[in-house]
Nanobody, 121 residues
């Protein structure tokens, strides 16, 4: 069973940047679509970005387009989320997710434990 471990969260000022990493183990990483979700306090978990198994296709929710970049390294079993021009409304727990079909209604089969991102104004 695939295990996902996120890192890279923290506290940053508005306008700053963070890069989240997700290390995958126990599965066939290079054959799996991967994604990032986030959940703010009192809100539902929302899809942020997904990347196809080969890395050629990406999707972003409207609120992060042009600011966030998802990428992956299939040799190292890593997926990244580069977050630039961060806003206070980006504050949330960010979750790495794997498996499932590449779709705007992405429904992954595995989840990481989450990493906190806090953006101060």
């Amino acid at each position: 069973q695939e295990q996902l471990v996120e890192s890279g969260g923290g506290l940053v000022q508005a306008g700053g940047s963070l890069r989240l990493s997700c290390a995958a183990s126990g599965g066939t990483f290079r054959t799996r679509n991967m994604g990032w979700f986030r959940q703010a306090p009192g809100a539902e978990r929302e899809l942020v970005a997904i990347i196809s198994f080969g890395g050629k296709n990406t999707y972003y929710t409207d609120s992060v387009k042009g600011r966030f970049t998802i990428s992956r390294d299939n040799d190292k079993n890593l997926v990244y989320l580069q977050m630039d021009s961060l806003k206070p409304e980006d504050t949330a727990v960010y979750f790495c997710a794997g498996g499932g079909s590449y779709s705007r209604k992405y429904s992954p089969t595995s989840w990481g434990q989450g990493t906190q991102v806090t953006v101060s104004s």
